[in-house]
């Protein structure tokens, strides 16, 4: 059996407790270990994507135990592609932490880093929705530690919202497994599609309250409107990079609808029939909307970048609510794009704001290093609105060509089409006010002019905004990847074998001694 | 019968209860109800393998045994939440003793002048 395809769990779990047990009082050391941690990581990740890049399903036993009774890992098209994107993201946002020097505001930010990743990449390669709840718990409360890293009082009361919110999520999620539970007796993803199609369509009550509470609960991680709420405080009085690795953390609730809710709970199945398209599309379109009609009314720049990741996330939702394989498809390649761009956003929010008093959408004085500052944002705002060149422009043409021909294709056309306008207008007139009106306010003689950014900190920007061009460059082969990614989840059954069929211990009772 | 009603109706009143202290959105009450809350699942999740009395949960040559697989999600349930609880008094408390404030809901626009680095 191949083992690579825990190491992107392991990995992290080993190296963080080293981190905080061994180097301790040596940042450089935590740097070293920490950067080599996520290089190793893009390395595997790469070559576990390679490997399931023919359609080939990896599956890991732990202990060799068989599903369903064992605890499975599974690694097909999209969790490694899941995995990869996290890796990439990881090491140009832990250059920007070194580079700003964010690492060294608080205790164990590389431990908690690390810590974070290990939940992230269990989340993507579970095969197992208790494990998923697990996992979820470790990127969490990682992530909490992360959340408030460096203190202040904002942030602290913002980091309490957030965990509550999470933690009534994670209690959600229990009720909802309960229920899955009581009715099906089995937890394994895999079994589950089996067995729900099996349940008579008179007796599926608690099934069908287990897949709204499931939704409830991605819903709540992916940040659609109504569950919402928590993101904006969170995500703007996070520091910077924790922030823009929580560009992922949205992506995490995204890919747990996706996975769940084209194998266990798939459109055509008619317990739940009704619930993608009459409940989440319509949530997907209001999130778009909201979203967007946030950052033309934010008043500060953090926040703006905050509300551009809620319409983003709303943009993904109503590709996935689709659930053909040409909208997985545009949802897939509009994800990987809106993890970069949101998260060089972050990054570029805090470049600002090391040349400003504040993040305020208010002219103030030119800042040192505002040029270069002006030049990324205005490369991420095109990203993030949608505009030609960049990627964002191809996905979204990506998702109205998916919707052509669908029945919502009039609402999606419109909601689009509009909040696009809108956000353009929002990211301009930030962008006018940041940088364009600072040349009309002069600098006060007596003040104490700020530090420019480190160069490594730009080097972290430009690398997702090069990554984001190569995305654009390369959008036919990255998206032809992404179509046969969404074929191999509209075909799940090499998958379910595959999981359910190889041999491991228990699967041949006769042949055990209890 | 008797001690399905029982199971049930403890579960509801705990999880009215959590829901309702939740809702008071100062962090003391809302920890409260959200440990209210995490009894009530483990309770619930401890009844999702239905619930049989007096028999041990391991296959053995009797007939009858429990379902040993809500034990084992109840306790890892029980850990998680355990430690959630921490954390969360921990941050709630450092959240009040800074800002002398323990409303969860963001503070008005005019206090939040004070700007986080």
Same mark, same amino acid.
């Given at each position: 059996?191949?083992?690579?395809?825990?190491?992107?769990?392991?990995?992290?779990?080993?190296?963080?407790?080293?981190?905080?047990?061994?180097?301790?009082?040596?940042?450089?050391?935590?740097?070293?270990?920490?950067?080599?941690? $996520?290089?190793?990581?893009?390395?595997?990740?790469?070559?576990?994507?390679?490997?399931?890049?023919?359609?080939?399903?990896?599956?890991?036993?732990?202990?060799?135990?068989?599903?369903?009774?064992?605890?499975?890992?599974?690694?097909?098209?999209?969790?490694?592609?899941?995995?990869?994107?996290?890796?990439?993201?990881? !090491?140009?946002?832990?250059?920007?932490?070194?580079?700003?020097?964010?690492?060294?505001?608080?205790?164990?930010?590389?431990?908690?880093?690390? %810590?974070?990743?290990?939940?992230?990449?269990?989340?993507?390669?579970?095969?197992?929705?208790?494990?998923?709840?697990?996992?979820?718990?470790?990127?969490?409360?990682?992530?909490?530690?992360?959340?408030?890293?460096?203190?202040?009082?904002? #942030?602290?009361?913002?980091?309490?919202?957030?965990?509550?919110?999470?933690?009534?999520?994670?209690?959600?999620?229990?009720?909802?497994?309960?229920?899955?539970?009581?009715?099906?007796?089995?937890?394994?993803?895999?079994?589950?599609?089996?067995?729900?199609? !099996? +349940?008579?369509?008179?007796?599926?009550?608690?099934?069908?309250?287990?897949?709204?509470?499931?939704?409830? $609960? %991605?819903?709540?991680?992916?940040?659609?409107?109504?569950?919402?709420?928590?993101?904006?405080?969170?995500?703007?009085?996070?520091?910077?990079? $924790?922030?823009?690795?929580?560009?992922?953390?949205?992506?995490?609730?995204?890919?747990? +609808?996706?996975?769940? &809710?084209?194998?266990? %709970?798939?459109?055509?199945?008619?317990?739940? *029939?009704?619930?993608?398209?009459?409940?989440?599309?319509?949530?997907?379109?209001?999130?778009?909307?909201?979203?967007?009609?946030?950052?033309?009314?934010?008043?500060?720049?953090?926040?703006?970048?905050?509300?551009?990741?809620?319409?983003?996330?709303?943009?993904?939702?109503?590709?996935?609510?689709? %659930?053909?394989?040409?909208?997985?498809?545009?949802?897939? &390649?509009?994800?990987?794009?809106?993890?970069?761009?949101?998260?060089?956003?972050?990054?570029?929010?805090?470049?600002? #704001?090391?040349?400003?008093?504040?993040?305020?959408?208010?002219?103030?004085?030119?800042?040192?290093?505002?040029?270069?500052?002006?030049?990324?944002?205005?490369?991420?705002?095109?990203?993030?609105?949608?505009?030609?060149?960049?990627?964002?422009?191809?996905?979204?043409?990506?998702?109205?060509?998916?919707?052509?021909?669908?029945?919502?294709?009039?609402?999606?056309?419109?909601?689009?089409?509009?909040?696009?306008?809108?956000?353009?207008?929002?990211?301009?007139?930030?962008?006018?006010?940041?940088?364009?009106?600072?040349?009309?306010?002069?600098?006060?003689? *007596?003040?104490?002019?700020?530090?420019?950014?480190?160069?490594?900190?730009?080097?972290?920007?430009?690398?997702?905004?090069?990554?984001?061009?190569?995305?654009?460059?390369?959008?036919?082969?990255?998206?032809?990847? $992404?179509?046969?990614?969404?074929?191999?989840?509209?075909?799940?059954?090499?998958?379910?074998?595959?999981?359910?069929?190889?041999?491991?211990?228990?699967?041949?009772?006769?042949?055990?001694?209890? | 019968?008797?001690?399905?009603?029982?199971?049930?109706?403890?579960?509801?009143?705990?999880?009215?209860?959590?829901?309702?202290?939740?809702?008071?959105?100062?962090?003391? @009450?809302?920890?409260?109800?959200?440990?209210?809350?995490?009894?009530?699942?483990?309770?619930?999740?401890?009844?999702?393998?239905?619930?049989?009395?007096?028999? @041990?949960?391991?296959?053995?040559?009797?007939?009858?045994?429990?379902? @040993?697989? @809500?034990?084992?999600?109840?306790?890892?349930?029980?850990?998680?939440?355990?430690?959630?609880?921490?954390?969360?008094?921990?941050?709630?408390?450092?959240?009040?003793?800074?800002?002398?404030?323990?409303?969860?809901?963001?503070?008005?626009?005019?206090?939040?002048?004070?700007?986080?680095?």
């Amino acid at each position: 059996m191949m083992h690579w395809i825990i190491a992107p769990v392991i990995l992290p779990a080993l190296l963080a407790p080293f981190i905080v047990l061994a180097a301790r009082y040596h940042f450089a050391i935590q740097r070293v270990f920490s950067i080599a941690g $996520v290089l190793s990581l893009i390395a595997i990740s790469a070559g576990l994507a390679w490997q399931a890049s023919d359609g080939t399903v990896t599956l890991y036993q732990l202990s060799d135990w068989a599903a369903p009774f064992g605890i499975v890992l599974v690694g097909d098209r999209l969790s490694t592609l899941m995995v990869l994107l996290t890796s990439v993201l990881a !090491l140009f946002v832990l250059l920007y932490a070194i580079g700003s020097n964010w690492d060294k505001r608080g205790w164990h930010f590389h431990a908690l880093f690390q %810590f974070q990743l290990m939940g992230i990449m269990g989340a993507f390669l579970t095969g197992d929705l208790f494990n998923l709840f697990v996992f979820f718990e470790v990127l969490l409360i990682a992530s909490y530690g992360l959340m408030i890293h460096g203190g202040g009082n904002l #942030r602290l009361r913002a980091g309490v919202q957030y965990v509550l919110f999470n933690l009534i999520g994670s209690t959600l999620f229990l009720f909802a497994l309960g229920a899955i539970y009581a009715q099906t007796g089995t937890l394994n993803m895999a079994d589950l599609a089996q067995r729900v199609a !099996l +349940i008579d369509l008179g007796d599926t009550v608690g099934i069908r309250v287990a897949a709204v509470l499931l939704l409830l $609960v %991605f819903a709540i991680k992916a940040a659609i409107v109504p569950l919402h709420f928590w993101l904006p405080s969170s995500y703007a009085e996070a520091p910077a990079p $924790v922030a823009a690795l929580f560009a992922i953390m949205t992506k995490v609730g995204a890919y747990a +609808i996706i996975r769940v &809710y084209t194998m266990i %709970f798939p459109p055509e199945l008619a317990a739940t *029939d009704g619930l993608h398209s009459i409940w989440l599309m319509p949530a997907a379109l209001v999130s778009l909307a909201i979203g967007m009609i946030g950052v033309l009314a934010a008043q500060k720049l953090d926040r703006l970048v905050a509300f551009s990741v809620i319409g983003s996330m709303g943009m993904v939702m109503v590709a996935i609510s689709m %659930f053909t394989p040409e909208g997985i498809a545009a949802a897939l &390649y509009y994800i990987v794009h809106s993890t970069l761009a949101a998260a060089a956003l972050f990054l570029i929010a805090d470049l600002v #704001r090391t040349g400003r008093p504040s993040l305020a959408l208010t002219a103030m004085a030119p800042a040192s290093g505002a040029p270069l500052t002006s030049a990324l944002f205005f490369l991420a705002a095109i990203a993030m609105a949608g505009l030609p060149p960049l990627s964002g422009f191809v996905g979204k043409l990506l998702i109205l060509d998916a919707s052509f021909d669908g029945a919502m294709a009039v609402w999606i056309w419109a909601v689009v089409l509009g909040t696009s306008l809108i956000s353009v207008v929002g990211f301009s007139r930030a962008g006018a006010t940041l940088f364009w009106k600072a040349k009309s306010i002069p600098v006060p003689e *007596d003040a104490e002019p700020f530090p420019a950014p480190a160069a490594l900190s730009y080097v972290a920007v430009g690398g997702l905004l090069a990554l984001l061009v190569a995305h654009t460059v390369f959008a036919g082969p990255a998206y032809s990847y $992404v179509e046969r990614t969404a074929a191999q989840l509209f075909a799940p059954d090499p998958y379910i074998s595959k999981v359910l069929e190889t041999p491991g211990k228990l699967s041949s009772p006769t042949k055990e001694v209890y | 019968m008797g001690l399905e009603l029982l199971v049930a109706s403890a579960i509801g009143i705990l999880t009215a209860a959590g829901m309702y202290l939740v809702l008071r959105l100062r962090t003391f @009450p809302v920890i409260m109800g959200m440990s209210l809350l995490t009894y009530a699942v483990n309770v619930f999740l401890f009844a999702s393998g239905r619930l049989t009395i007096g028999a @041990p949960p391991i296959l053995t040559d009797a007939a009858r045994y429990t379902d @040993p697989l @809500p034990q084992a999600l109840v306790l890892t349930a029980i850990v998680i939440s355990f430690g959630m609880t921490a954390v969360v008094v921990m941050i709630g408390l450092g959240a009040y003793l800074g800002g002398d404030d323990d409303r969860v809901n963001d503070p008005a626009p005019e206090t939040e002048a004070e700007e986080t680095t």
